[in-house]
């Protein structure tokens, strides 16, 4: 066994035990004899302390100590993803767990389920074996994710399904999503979001893993944010009190009933973000203005849709912004 002086003038002895590195920390040069012993104690002692931890309680420990601080569908899917990993991978020590295991547990996942599913619940089984095994490493190899190429809805598409909408419950959330705003934070305004023609946009309205629908803040610092909308759009929300008040999930079943009954190329209405994106790369916002307006705190999205620059720091400049996206998708 290597015995290693380090700068400090300590010694250190390393060993790797079925993928994680064991670390024991000397202040005099030890014998070999010594080494092996204290190595051989720590092993006994970290394996003595976790010998019923499996998976599934260091899992179910993790998802309890992160409950308060992530969002709830960031646990809706952490409970849905040991719902769907294997008993067997879900009954190992946690400790035992190799390099191999998450290889093999990936590797059927990938048999019945889409990359970036496969990519998901690799992410939580990595996070919770960082918290428990940081010295683990982990060097899965994961499916090739497929290239998707989104249908970004054209000014046409948007002013028939606009006009199909018109009346409805529907006509709102749909232009309000045209304007970048989310599912989530189009259910969760209030007429008292709405000042003149400005909305404040800071929570929004999720499934928590009771399957209940709740209103939280938004989805991060940057989504929280202002937008200017047309005055008329702005009254109408004033006068009958709020936005809209049905299940979230009507809004996605209605738009894809307007596509299939117009013969509209399918789309969800998430697309609209990337509509907007589009529509105000166009008008050459730059990418820094865009994002803040989107409430994006990356440039993840837009990078497949837009790349321009001009400025569009005040209001003025964002009242023309909606006069001119409006013009494309609402008939006058």
């Known amino acids: 066994m290597k015995i290693e002086k380090l700068p400090s003038g300590s010694y250190r002895i390393r060993k ?10 000397f202040d005099n040069k030890p014998t070999q004899k010594e080494a092996m012993q204290a190595m051989a104690k720590e092993l006994d002692k970290v394996q003595g302390k976790h010998v019923s931890l499996t998976f599934r309680n260091a899992a179910e420990e993790y998802i309890g100590a992160k409950r308060n601080v992530l969002s709830p569908t960031t646990i809706r899917s952490y409970n849905s993803a040991m719902k769907t990993i294997s008993r067997k991978f879900q009954d190992i020590n946690i400790h035992d767990i190799t390099a191999l295991d998450i290889q093999s547990e990936i590797n059927q996942l990938a048999k019945d389920h889409s990359p970036k599913t496969v990519y998901n619940y690799h992410g939580f089984i990595s996070a919770v074996l ?8 982990i060097c899965t190899t994961l499916p090739q994710k497929v ?37 989530s934070e189009i259910c969760a305004l209030t007429s008292e979001d709405i000042d003149g023609d400005v909305i404040r946009i800071n929570k929004a309205m999720v499934e928590n893993e009771n399957l209940q629908w709740i209103t939280k803040t938004t989805k991060t610092t940057s989504s929280t944010r202002a937008i200017i909308i047309p005055e008329e759009i702005a009254a109408k929300i004033k006068e009958r009190g709020y936005v809209y008040k049905g299940y979230p999930g009507q809004i996605t079943k209605f738009l ?19 509509y907007f994106a589009s529509k105000l790369s166009a008008m050459n916002i730059p990418e820094a203005d865009i994002m803040r307006m989107g409430g994006w705190e990356t440039d993840h ?6 790349r321009h620059s001009m400025d569009a720091n005040n209001q003025n400049t964002q009242r023309k912004i909606s006069q001119q996206l409006c013009e494309s998708i609402l008939e006058k």
């Open 147 to 183: 290239k998707n190429e989104p249908y970004v809805p054209s000014d046409d598409d948007v002013k028939r399904i606009l006009e199909y909408a018109k009346g409805t419950e529907y006509e709102i959330p749909i232009i309000l999503a045209c304007h970048g705003l989310r599912r």
């Open 256 to 274: 894809s009933r307007a596509e299939q009954n117009l013969g509209i190329p399918h789309f969800p209405l998430h697309k609209l973000r990337h």
């Open 301 to 306: 999205v837009m990078k497949s849709v837009y």
């Open 16 to 25: 790797t035990y079925k993928g994680q590195v064991y670390t024991v920390i």
């Open 130 to 137: 960082g918290a428990f095994c940081p010295n683990l490493k």
